[in-house]
Nanobody
């Protein structure tokens, strides 16, 4: 079992920045993939960015150049640095972990971009 706890969401003005954090605990394998998904009201949950255990990353086109996903030194923490936020980035952001053939989700953290 893996537990994921997100933090860092909140209200920010357009053009502002936020940093989301996700701490993973439990039986974490050295090879895993961690990522961030988001779900806006009335829309399906969708991938934002993900990172492998060796640091390979990929992003959805709409956040390229604005968001950066990274891992902490302990490898069981993942961050999402979000810059130049736009109103359309408003959503609940979920941490995701693919570990040992299983998929795990955090409870989500709300990001609201509004003036």
């Amino acid at each position: 079992q893996v537990q994921l706890v997100e933090s860092g969401g909140g209200l920010v003005q357009p053009g502002g920045s936020l940093r989301l954090s996700c701490a993973a605990s439990g039986s974490i394998f050295s090879s895993n993939v961690m990522g961030w998904y988001r779900q806006a009201p009335g829309r399906e949950r969708a991938l934002v960015a993900r990172i492998t255990s060796v640091g390979s990353t990929n992003y959805v086109d709409s956040v390229k150049g604005r968001f950066t996903i990274s891992r902490g030194n302990a490898k069981n923490t993942v961050y999402l640095q979000m810059n130049n936020l736009k109103p359309e980035d408003t959503a609940v952001y979920y941490c995701n972990c693919l570990n040992g053939g299983m998929e795990y989700w955090g409870k989500g953290t709300l990001v609201t971009v509004s003036s």
